[in-house]
């Protein structure tokens, strides 16, 4: 199941690219890890710096798009002389397999780590059959 859900982009963290959404700075690839269960699967996705508020969670045509923006403000009466993650934005999109039920999609954010629950729909759920004697 895990090897289903494809990803786009990779595991770098910086991309040389710009950002075309109208908002200035870097745009970064998230390092994500993926854990699967009998019925669901987790995908725990580094995005430090980015608050809650600032994440957009969408699913469109079976494509899971994870996007966040970071603002990193220079303290007051400094300039940014360098900076690892100056302002810019998170962006991972996913190809969602048909096991995936995409109206049950969950988020969560802890300590710059946004975590996705994604339950697997019936048909995609392990079942036991009993067999019974004759």
Do not use: C, W
Not at 42 to 56: E, K, N, T, W
């Amino acid at each position: 199941m895990a090897q289903e859900l494809k990803t786009t982009g990779g595991d770098v963290a910086r991309t040389d690219e710009r950002n075309e959404g109208g908002i200035g700075g870097a745009l970064y690839r998230p390092a994500t890890d993926i854990f699967e269960k009998d019925d669901e699967v987790a995908l725990v996705i580094d995005m430090p710096g980015v608050a809650p508020d600032s994440i957009d969670v969408s699913v469109e045509n079976r494509a899971l798009n994870v996007r966040g923006t970071i603002d990193a403000p220079v303290p007051e009466g400094y300039r940014r002389i360098y900076a690892e993650y100056a302002p810019g934005t998170f962006e991972r999109a996913f190809s969602l397999p048909e096991t995936i039920d995409p109206d049950s999609i969950e988020a969560s954010h802890h300590d710059g780590v946004l975590t996705l629950t994604l339950k697997k729909s019936e048909a995609a759920k392990p079942k036991r059959i009993e067999v019974k004697a004759a």
